[in-house]
């Protein structure tokens, strides 16, 4: 997938453990850790509001979109 998600790379920056991300925007460490992973197939703008508030960053901060990887679309649009 075209997109990297560097949520790993902005935890260690502001030096957040997972535990308290998950606990302020209200999902489980478990969904959290598949997010890191990139193991996801989308992201809800509410809980990526919520994420970039207790970061204090953008989103893009925390996506990138690296061309050339396979084009896949989503049915979830």
Avoid: W
Wanted: with cysteine; charged share 25%; glycine share 8%.
């Amino acid at each position: 997938m075209p997109i990297i998600v560097r949520l790993d790379l902005m935890l260690a920056k502001r030096k957040v453990r997972s535990r308290e991300l998950a606990a302020h925007v209200g999902i489980t460490e478990q969904n959290l850790s598949l997010l890191k992973g990139g193991k996801v197939r989308g992201i809800r703008f509410a809980t990526l509001a919520l994420i970039c508030e207790f970061l204090q960053c953008q989103p893009g901060d925390l996506l990138e979109y690296l061309p050339g990887d396979e084009h896949e679309v989503d049915d979830a649009l």
